[in-house]
């Protein structure tokens, strides 16, 4: 059920979060995340910004529909290296009120939040979009390997801590 899947996957968030793991949330998991730090969420954007934007997009995950504007000095402005892009869109919800220690790194013009992450936190980063389908563009697959290199330096720095523990 669908009530289940929540409580699973709030359950892992709040456990990667607790252990200060390295996160790219997506879509759905930049959602679960703001609810796992105490966020609310718009349950249906329509309602909220109108049909100016279908933030539900019936094209494939590879095609873009619109824009976003990325805060230049966040951490996804930093990584992506610009302050805009083409995203993809499948998503009928939004943050509405943020969770705890999360900051708004980007927006669709319409004032949909289309990402988040916690500055006090060396990687933890949600977007709204389907980052995984558009890697043919160098500012989406530096999400990954932004990804991957923090989770690099998560484990070299455990694996420092048990060796002296």
Do not use: M, Y
């Not at 709030?10 to 105490?38: E, F, K, T, Y």
């Not at 094209?59 to 951490?75: D, L, Y």
């Amino acid at each position: 059920t669908w009530s289940d899947l929540d409580a699973f996957e709030l359950a892992v968030a709040r456990a990667a979060d607790a252990r200060r793991l390295p996160v790219l949330a997506i879509c759905r998991g930049l959602q679960v995340l703001n609810v796992a730090r105490g966020g609310t969420l718009h349950q249906h954007l329509p309602d909220v910004v109108g049909e100016g934007i279908n933030h539900r997009q019936l094209a494939p995950g590879q095609q873009t529909t619109h824009g976003v504007k990325i805060e230049g000095s966040s951490r996804l402005g930093q990584i992506v290296g610009q302050s805009e892009t083409d995203v993809n869109s499948f998503h009928h919800q939004s943050v509405n009120t943020l969770g705890d220690g999360l900051v708004v790194s980007a927006r669709a013009p319409d004032g949909t939040v289309e990402g988040v992450e916690a500055p006090d936190r060396e990687f933890l980063l949600g977007v709204q979009w389907h980052a995984e389908c558009l890697v043919e563009r160098s500012e989406h697959a530096a999400l990954f390997s932004a990804s991957v290199e923090a989770a690099r330096r998560s484990d070299d720095a455990h694996a420092r801590f048990a060796r002296h523990a």
